[in-house]
């Protein structure tokens, strides 16, 4: 099997978000589809289970998507594709509103928003395949979706190991977990940092050469 055959295909890319006692959870998928067109609308999300968003939906049983713009800020999908729910917040001096469920979802970054009920899961691997009903949304522009493609060329960094995306992406900055792979994408680590995915301690990370 030739793996580069899935390198022909495109996506759009999406922010999770949910809250869970009090607190923000979020990270950037590619996974969101429309899988029918009845009433309630039926749509799925993949979300690995490793990631922190993976948890805090598992128990809200409710999600919001934001669906990210063309022109959307390349540093704030960063923040949601590779640092960790477990040491940082994420929403974090960004503008946020929320859903009938409080979940926040994020009006500068997207180009429309939709609420999500959890229906069915199904565990594919080490993945969660979430089976919801769409139960409210709205446009915030008419602008186009960011798509994978267009955000290979825009961002130019690694995909990180709990993304669900299938597309490679590279950078050469940051630094790499020498356990599990896990890529930080920021030259500067913070003091005591330690991987969200394997626990190994920051100050055994690799630097990523050029």
């Given amino acids: 099997m030739n793996r580069a055959v899935f390198e022909k295909l495109n996506y759009g890319l999406y922010v999770l978000g949910v809250q869970q006692d009090g607190k923000d959870y979020g990270c950037l998928v590619s996974s969101f589809a429309q899988v029918t067109s009845g009433n309630p609308r039926k749509c799925t999300i993949t979300v690995n289970k490793d990631n922190r968003t993976a948890d805090a939906i598992l128990a809200s049983g409710t999600v919001a998507v934001t669906m990210v713009a063309e022109a959307a800020d390349k540093d704030v999908l960063k923040t949601f594709g590779y640092k960790s729910g477990r040491v940082a917040d994420k929403f974090a001096g960004l503008k946020v509103e929320r859903d009938g469920n409080g979940n926040p979802y994020l009006p500068d970054v997207g180009a429309a928003w939709v609420s999500l009920k959890v229906v069915e899961k199904v565990v594919v ?20 979706l960011l798509t994978m493609d267009e955000f290979l060329e825009k961002g130019k960094f690694a995909a990180p190991p709990t993304a669900s995306v299938v597309r490679t992406m590279r950078s050469d900055e940051g630094w790499v977990c020498p356990i599990c792979g ?15 995915l394997c626990r190994c301690p920051g100050e055994k990370f690799e630097k990523k050469k050029a």
């Fill in 125 to 144: 691997g080490n993945f969660y395949l979430f089976v919801c009903d769409a139960v409210e949304g709205e446009l915030i522009s008419d602008s186009r």
């Fill in 182 to 196: 896990y890529h930080y994408p920021d030259d500067n680590m913070p003091e005591g940092y330690i991987c969200p």
